[in-house]
Antibody, heavy 124, light 109 residues
Framework: QLLLQESGPGLVKPSETLSLTCAVS?????????WGWIRQPPGTGLEWIGS???????YYNPSLKSRVTISVDTSKNQFSLQLSSVTAADTAMYYC?????????????????WGQGTLVTVSS | QSALTQPASVSGSPGQSITISCTGT?????????VSWYQQHPGKAPKLMIY???NRPSGVSNRFSGSKSGNTASLTISGLQAEDEADYYC?????????FGTGTKVTVL
């Protein structure tokens, strides 16, 4: 059974860089899927941050693109998120998930497995 | 890319059917047959309920069904049960991003 587990600091200072890792268990990250990050500010809805394929191809939310970097480490079977210049507006539950893609479009069309999420608070 | 529009809340009595709408544009919902729906209980991660407009993943009850007409997708829950009380989010593929809906709180009366 595929398991995804997010990890990283729960508190980040304003203007610093948020860094999270998603460890994938019992499944190869080099298989034919995308791997994505989604966040959810407290009491509000879901926001797609971006996704990566094991080859390193990345897709980012245009509204966050200038601050986001997603990378993959196939040797450790994990992928990571970096979000720079954070503000209080970046306070959220951050989820990693597996993305299924259509052969017609080289990007995920839905997420079938999700991690439990990790809460990141931006505060001094 | 703007969030897809969902009603803030929908309610129904046990055994009834309810429908949640998800309205977008021709650039997202109307342009692709890649609408998905997620159920989220408080404090839990989202769970995939419907993908590619109307397909159910293995293990999801057949009380959940999805459809689409033009720029609006819908999720119908039939035979409403107490365990269905949760938040529901739609999502759509677009050429530049994945966009989620504003979310709907389903209350079982």
């Amino acid at each position: 059974q595929l398991l995804l587990q997010e990890s990283g600091p729960g508190l980040v200072k304003p203007s610093e860089t948020l860094s999270l890792t998603c460890a994938v268990s019992d499944y190869s990250i080099s298989s034919n899927y995308f791997w994505g990050w989604i966040r959810q500010p407290p009491g509000t809805g879901l926001e797609w941050i971006g996704s990566i394929y094991h080859s390193g191809s990345t897709y980012y939310n245009p509204s966050l693109k200038s601050r986001v970097t997603i990378s993959v480490d196939t040797s450790k079977n994990q992928f990571s998120l970096q979000l720079s210049s954070v503000t209080a507006a970046d306070t959220a539950m951050y989820y990693c998930a597996r993305g299924v893609f259509s052969p017609a479009w080289f990007r995920e069309t839905y997420f079938d497995y999700w991690g439990q999420g990790t809460l990141v608070t931006v505060s001094s | 890319q703007s969030a897809l529009t969902q009603p803030a809340s929908v309610s129904g009595s046990p055994g009834q059917s309810i429908t949640i709408s998800c309205t977008g544009t021709s650039s997202d919902v109307g342009g692709y047959n890649y609408v998905s729906w997620y159920q989220q209980h408080p404090g839990k991660a989202p769970k995939l309920m419907i993908y590619d407009v109307s397909n159910r993943p293995s293990g999801v009850s057949n009380r959940f069904s999805g459809s689409k007409s033009g720029n609006t997708a819908s999720l119908t829950i039939s035979g409403l049960q107490a365990e269905d009380e949760a938040d529901y989010y739609c999502s759509s593929y677009t050429s530049s991003s994945t966009v989620f809906g504003t979310g709907t709180k389903v209350t079982v009366l």
